[in-house]
């Protein structure tokens, strides 16, 4: 039998907490077109960022028989059918909210966001093309608050936050063999160029600024800490530690963008619930 504690597993729950910044940050970049619906496209979010956790694991059942025994699918606690199940019906839901709170415009770019997670966790991933995939998955997320029509001013924040997922992805192919100190190096000079791509020092009032610095600081902290700890020792412990504070890290980072494009109202609960996510993350593992 399927316990909840295994679903939780399965879709790595608590990690969802690093998805709907994505969508403030886009709106906020883009002017709030959606109003005051736009927090609920949070909600899309999460679905699809399971969906794809859901289907990871789905395709991934043989390889983690061997390499990751304990998690729910090769475990014997989840079945792969259910699995498959548990990934249509989020991606269903996801598609399905952003509908209904974006309308068309929301459809236009949560299809594709959908059917790129599904080609990434399905053909992609072992391929070069996979990091980019997923990074044009996070970066579609971000223009899912601007919605079709208004892209172009949230693709800065987009491409930011894209870029960062390519650094994650990255490492963590890396994660279970571990690997060469110069693969940690390049990822952290890629956190140091988003970090300045990010920093809005001009065009906002002085709040707005400070909080920026202040949150991409965080954001470097973060990230930064750990890949410098992996350069030392590019060993798989020190990886996996690094892909899940680079997940994570992603919550300060869409703070800063928020906060950069003046929306500091959208920036407060994304960076609030940061130290919420490491405290769960403790308990179940973002990667």
């Given at each position: 039998?399927?316990?909840?504690?295994?679903?939780?597993?399965?879709?790595?729950?608590?990690?969802?907490?690093?998805?709907?910044?994505?969508?403030?940050?886009?709106?906020?970049?883009?002017?709030?077109?959606?109003?005051?619906?736009?927090?609920?496209?949070?909600?899309?979010?999460?679905?699809?960022?399971?969906?794809g956790m859901a289907l990871n694991d789905y395709a991934d059942r043989d390889v983690d028989a061997v390499e990751r025994p304990q998690r729910p699918i090769p475990s014997g606690r989840v079945s792969p059918r259910f699995a498959l199940g548990v990934a249509s019906g989020l991606t269903a839901a996801g598609v399905g909210v952003a509908g209904l709170v974006g309308g068309r415009r929301g459809t236009a770019v949560?299809?594709?966001l959908a059917a790129t997670v599904w080609a990434y966790d399905l053909a992609l991933k072992s391929t070069p093309a996979g990091p980019v995939a997923m990074g044009a998955a996070r970066a579609l997320d971000v223009l899912l608050g601007a919605g079709a029509g208004r892209l172009r001013p949230a693709l800065p924040a987009a491409l930011t936050l894209g870029a960062h997922t390519v650094a994650i992805t990255t490492l963590s192919r890396h994660e279970v063999t571990g690997g060469s100190r110069l693969l940690p190096a390049v990822t952290l000079a890629a956190t140091a160029a988003v970090t300045a791509a990010a920093l809005?020092?001009?065009?906002?009032?002085?709040?707005?600024?400070?909080?920026?610095?202040?949150?991409?600081?965080?954001y470097a902290g973060t990230f930064g800490r750990t890949?410098?700890?992996?350069?030392?020792?590019?060993?798989?412990?020190?990886?996996q530690r690094a892909v899940g504070a680079g997940i994570l890290a992603m919550m300060p980072l869409q703070a800063a963008l928020a906060a950069g494009a003046g929306a500091l109202c959208a920036a407060v609960p994304v960076a609030a619930a940061f130290p919420v996510a490491r405290r769960l993350a403790r308990k179940v593992s973002p990667t």
């Open positions: 039998m399927t316990t909840a504690r295994a679903v939780v597993e399965l879709v790595r729950a608590p990690a969802a907490l690093s998805v709907p910044g994505d969508s403030l940050a886009g709106a906020a970049a883009a002017g709030w077109p959606f109003g005051a619906a736009t927090p609920a496209l949070g909600v899309a979010s999460a679905c699809l960022y399971w969906a949560a299809v594709p809005r020092g001009t065009g906002r009032s002085p709040v707005d600024r400070v909080a920026n610095a202040a949150l991409l600081a965080g890949q410098v700890d992996a350069v030392r020792q590019p060993n798989p412990t020190q990886l």
